[in-house]
């Protein structure tokens, strides 16, 4: 029986878990705006406002190959309630007047933070769904998707005129209130739940899962395809401030919208048989409007571009079923985790690449070519997985990912 979105929200925790996770989307979508805007302001460079924004993900190495053993060895609601506060503190304390390398510094150490939380809140979803069966994971991480697209816009829109009525300053307050609210439902509406996994968290551990994890074929190419293509295309998002300063968050409104569409029409209107077609085209289609920035286009096209560029992230669903269908239930708050952790780190490499390319060029022209390589990557891929396939018949494609 197929799993609805009303039997989940009937699934005991799963609301309070949906509730805390939206709660810090709004937060990080609000203050990323806040942020990059004060950056951009004072320092007029593409290059540092884009790494303010989406720099914070490349500390998600260090978080990966250290702390993710802990994603299944920490008591998920106590390390989701922590993780939270952490990041209220942290978001306050950007508020406050200080060096540039003291914000990137503090902006990096919540970049770690952020490593945890991913897999623990990951973990614990697919824990709360297993009665559900195959589809439970991705009907519920669909209805998270759409959540954060839904939150995203009102987070990007609220975002922008906070920033004119209080300054991005004032705002970053806010997203630390939202932050601090997202701890209080965890704490107080999620029921206390043992470890997923044994023994304690520790770098070595964390060294050990991740070789188990990256050394099978099949995962290997899932993880490369979740995290290249769409590491690129954030850096095409991250230039957007640059790219119009004055109305970055419709833009950014405009590409949750397209990723909003994407989600549901993956999960609910896209069946078990033209799954598998769909991955190459959807990552096509990620990359494949922002070749327009070429030309320059208006606001409105561009708003018209990037939201229907956004579409593609539908693709990440079927490749996250695919990962859960080959983990072991133990380790899929780490599996999860690591997804999560080097899909942001890529994020934040594609900021870089992308605002180094801007300041030497021009933030339309830097986004043409982040989606050049985005395609390239995309068929590069494919056209390895193919000659894998061809190899054997136990080899599985990542990019167009059977879901039998």
């Not at 770690?112 to 991480?141: F, M, Q, T």
């Not at 970055?248 to 409104?253: E, R, V």
Request: hydrophobic residues 50%; positive net charge; charged residues 10%.
């Amino acid at each position: 029986m197929r799993t609805t979105y009303r039997s989940l929200f009937r699934t005991p925790e799963f609301t309070p878990l949906f509730l805390a996770s939206s709660a810090q989307v709004a937060a990080q979508t609000m203050s990323g705006l806040a942020l990059g805007t004060l950056v951009y302001r004072a320092t007029d460079s593409p290059l540092l406002s884009a790494l303010s924004m989406f720099g914070p993900s490349l500390a998600q190495v260090v978080g990966a190959t250290t702390l993710l053993s802990a994603a299944d060895r920490l008591p998920p609601r106590a390390t989701m309630t922590g993780t939270a506060l952490a990041f209220a503190a942290g978001t306050a304390l950007l508020a406050l007047p200080a060096p540039l390398w003291t914000l990137f510094g503090l902006v990096l150490t919540l970049g770690l933070v952020a490593s945890l939380s991913g897999g623990v809140r990951w973990g614990l979803l697919n824990e709360i769904l297993s009665k559900h069966g195959s589809d439970g994971y991705i009907a519920g991480r669909s209805v998270f998707n759409m959540a954060n697209g839904v939150t995203q816009i009102t987070g990007y829109a609220t975002g922008g005129v906070l920033i004119a009525f209080l300054s991005p300053r004032g705002t970053l307050l806010t997203a630390a209130a939202l932050y601090a609210t997202a701890a209080a439902v965890a704490r107080c509406a999620l029921t206390p739940r043992p470890p997923r996994a044994t023994g304690r968290p520790s770098v070595g551990e964390t060294w050990r899962t991740n070789r188990t994890l990256f050394s099978a074929g099949p995962r290997r190419h899932l993880y490369l395809a979740l995290w290249l293509p769409n590491g690129l295309i954030v850096g095409c998002e991250s230039l957007y401030v640059s790219y119009a300063p004055e109305h970055a968050g419709l833009l950014f409104a405009c590409a949750a919208l397209g990723m909003l569409a994407g989600d549901v029409a993956v999960a609910r209107f896209v069946g078990p048989v033209l799954r598998p077609r769909l991955g190459v085209p959807l990552l096509l289609l990620l990359a494949a409007p922002y070749l327009l920035f070429a030309l320059r286009p208006s606001l409105s096209l561009a708003a018209v571009l990037v939201a229907l560029a956004s579409v593609g992230f539908g693709a990440s669903l079927l490749q996250q079923e695919r990962l859960m269908a080959v983990t072991p239930p133990e380790l899929s708050g780490h599996a999860l985790g690591l997804h999560s952790s080097g899909m942001l780190a890529m994020q934040g490499g594609g900021a870089a690449l992308a605002g180094s390319a801007a300041q030497l060029t021009s933030p339309a022209t830097a986004m043409t070519v982040t989606a050049v390589a985005s395609i390239v990557v995309t068929l590069t891929l494919t056209l390895t997985l193919t000659l894998a396939r061809g190899l054997g018949p136990g080899a599985r494609t990542a990019i167009a990912p059977r879901t039998g």
